[in-house]
């Protein structure tokens, strides 16, 4: 015996069967269920749309947004010494050559006399080179003397720049070496620039703090370009190929990134193989450490047939066969599709839908209830 509730929506549909002129074909599966507005009303029945889309869901999972090893540096002091002033903090944008630091260093005050020294070695050794070119020409000295100073000169040369880096590494400007080597004074303090534009993003030395040489004061990077590393099953990688899209999100929506590289070894505890992408546009609005939930994508091919997405509860099994109920000017037709794909409570779907049909959301029991009377043999 049926209970209550089951039994007066068994009577209800009951009702509208007997109350309505009800119809069905077969075609290709389908099956025509004619209902006007106010039947529809009263079986709880609302509708959604079929989205086309051109990529298909292939797995989700968590990511953790990475700085490209190349988008790394550090601002560090060419000598030891006492920081004595710091102008930037963790988390600011600076721009190429901005002062970031200054730092005391008897260290960088011989920096200078050997430079001033080099240059002197090296203005001699040209000059002496230009004098045995000439006693040469006359035939006064041999070609190895000559010799011998064009190889003291490429010496001194490499000396020269040598201190020349260095001193730029400190902080020295290219007006300032010409003061220097016009005979300015000399400075004990460097100043450390950031080598190129981009984010602080941890200060590494305090105030009064004494550093050794080239020790970092200032960890950055360039944060126009960031990735996502993902960690997939191993089973799963061969599913995924260079290429494939990536969104924030099962829907697709967010920023998009492109998967850039396969991992080739598996790590030997999880098992698991590391997918790295790209993000597509530069600066997304992501923080490096930050993890995400994102879907790497498939591409369909051209001549595929059209996939649409919809809502996973629209869709409709009875024995091997999923389908939906499409909204037509008499009621609703059953049209049978395949299943792509499932996720974020969305069905990727193929079949006979266009993306300006209406399918129907809920109230498919009572359909389904009309569809299984109209299937019945007459008597």
């Known amino acids: 015996m049926m209970s209550g509730p089951r039994r007066h929506f068994t009577v209800a549909v009951t009702l509208i069967l007997m109350a309505a002129p009800t119809t069905w074909v077969d075609e290709a599966r389908a099956q025509v269920i004619e209902l006007d507005a106010g039947q529809l ?48 903090a963790a988390g600011e944008d600076v721009t190429e050559g ?17 430079y001033l020294a080099a240059l002197g070695e090296r203005r001699l050794a040209a000059a002496q080179v230009q004098r045995d070119r000439e006693l040469l020409a006359e035939g006064i ?19 020269y720049s040598e201190l020349r880096q260095v001193l730029q590494m400190g902080g020295f400007t290219e007006s300032q070496l010409g003061a220097l080597a016009a005979g300015g004074e000399l400075l004990a303090t460097q100043t450390l620039r950031a080598p190129r534009a981009g984010t602080l993003l ?37 599913e995924l190929a260079a290429g494939m899209p990536v969104a924030l999100g099962g829907a697709g929506t967010g920023p998009s990134a492109t998967v850039i590289l396969i991992g080739r070894a598996v790590h030997p505890e999880t098992q698991m193989v590391m997918v790295r992408a790209a993000f597509t546009d530069a600066r997304p609005p992501v923080r490096p450490g930050q993890f995400l939930s994102v879907t790497v994508f498939a591409r369909r091919a051209d001549g595929e047939a059209p996939a649409y997405a919809v809502p996973s509860a629209a869709l409709v099994r009875s024995q091997a066969i999923t389908g939906l109920f499409v909204r037509t000017a008499r009621g609703f037709d059953f049209r049978e ?43």
Do not use: C
């Open 41 to 88: 009303g009263n079986l709880g029945v609302t509708l959604g749309r079929p989205e086309s889309i051109e990529n298909i869901p292939v797995l989700t999972a968590t990511a953790r947004v990475v700085i490209p090893a190349s988008a790394e540096f550090v601002v560090a002091a060419p000598q030891a010494g006492r920081v004595t002033g710091l102008t930037a």
């Open 337 to 379: 599709v395949r299943t792509l794909a499932t996720g974020d409570g969305r069905s990727y779907v193929t079949g006979p839908l266009d993306s300006g049909d209406q399918v129907a959301v809920t109230g498919l029991a009572a359909l389904k209830a009309l569809r299984a009377g109209l299937q019945e043999p007459a008597d």
């Open 202 to 238: 941890e200060r590494l030395a305090t105030t009064g703090e004494q550093i050794e040489a080239m020790e970092p004061v200032y960890r950055a990077a360039d944060l126009t370009t960031l990735w996502l590393e993902l960690e997939v099953p191993e089973e799963r990688a061969g």
């Open 98 to 114: 901005q002062v970031l630091a200054e730092v005391y260093s008897a260290e960088f005050l011989t920096l200078q006399r050997d």
């Open 141 to 159: 000295i041999a070609n190895r003397r000559l010799d011998e100073s064009l190889a003291r000169a490429r010496a001194a040369e490499a000396h």
